[in-house]
């Protein structure tokens, strides 16, 4: 596209080139889409600014990557639907900035694996559709900010870490996308009633958090239970 052409509706795209050499930015509505074709993988270096909007994303199963910085608005929320099929992946490795509050949506999958030092103080990190997956290998893929998975519906795993809170309303568990086992890293953390965790033994005598043993919970301040017998579990 030539520089600052605005345009309301989707835009479907085939290689790591489409969006040429420029930024990629929202300035209003909430109905915008960017769709991957096929189902191969692609890597997309454009700076991305949301401006606190919400950006439909629809990845395909071998993912596709944004590597380029994310400034997310700084003033208020703003959503990204990974959406397509619930095997489709979404993965931001570049860095976010400016998080006043954000929403995961859709019934994709969400990977963050940046180290989002930067992430932004105010307003919560909120899954409510779909996985986020945490996979970043230094600092914070959240920031400080607090997670709240809202719903049965809503999935936080990974390998990743995140220094904020965790409440969960949802589904919990350590994932390795690439494979094997793995170990989640929080801040305290607080089950509610109906929430689920799940996890995966490999071999009950191996190495915790490591492909030859089982899925490991690291949870760095306390972990609350309000589920009892009228409230259980799911």
Sequence with gaps: FPPSTPFTGSIYFGNNSSFGAGGISMSTGSGSSLVAEGSGAYTIANAVNLANLTLNITGTPAGVTFSGPWD?????????ASGGAANDIVTISGVMSDVEGFIVSGAGILVLSGTNNTYGTAGSTEVSGGSLVLANGNGS???VSGVLVDNTSSTLTGNGTTIGTVDNFGNISATNMAGGTA??????QAWEAGSIYQWAINNATGTVGAASGWDQLAINGDLTIYADSLNPMG
């Design 72 to 80: 997310m608005g700084g003033t208020g929320p703003c959503t990204i």
């Design 141 to 143: 893929a959240t920031g």
């Design 183 to 188: 170990t989640l890293t929080t801040g305290s």
